[in-house]
């Protein structure tokens, strides 16, 4: 198992831009795909961004495309999720999440998920 615990959520005015982190623990952090969701107030939990093993392929939701950015740093076990022109309808719980495969865009194959980090966007 791995553990996941996700910093850096918080207000932002609309077109601003944001950073938010997750840290791994626990196992190789390498082995493991990972990926970013987000849920919205009554909505499902929906796929952002994922990125493979190494980081050579990211796969993105195209609400977000051009916008965020996914990046990891195996030395630091740590994913990102760079935000750009952001917008209200960003505006949600983020979740970073593990899988075991190499890359995933499907919630269903992530087994651990981070406590979430709020991402507020003002109009």
């Known amino acids: 198992q791995v553990q996941l615990v996700e910093s850096g959520g918080g207000l932002v005015q609309a077109g601003g831009s944001l950073r938010v982190s997750c840290a791994a623990s626990g196992r190789t952090f390498s082995n493991y795909g990972m990926g970013w969701f987000r849920q919205a107030p009554g909505k499902e939990r929906e796929f952002v961004a994922a990125?493979?093993?190494?980081?050579?392929?990211?796969y993105y939701a195209d609400s977000v495309k051009g916008r965020f950015t996914i990046s990891r740093d195996n030395a630091k076990n740590t994913v990102y999720l760079q935000m750009n022109s952001l917008k209200p309808e960003d505006t949600a719980v983020y979740y970073c999440?593990?899988?075991?495969?190499?890359?995933?865009?499907?919630?269903?194959?992530?087994?651990?998920w981070g406590q979430g980090t709020q991402v507020t966007v003002s109009s």
């Open positions: 999440a593990a899988t075991r495969l190499s890359v995933s865009t499907t919630l269903r194959h992530y087994d651990d």
């Open positions: 990125i493979s093993l190494s980081g050579g392929l990211t």
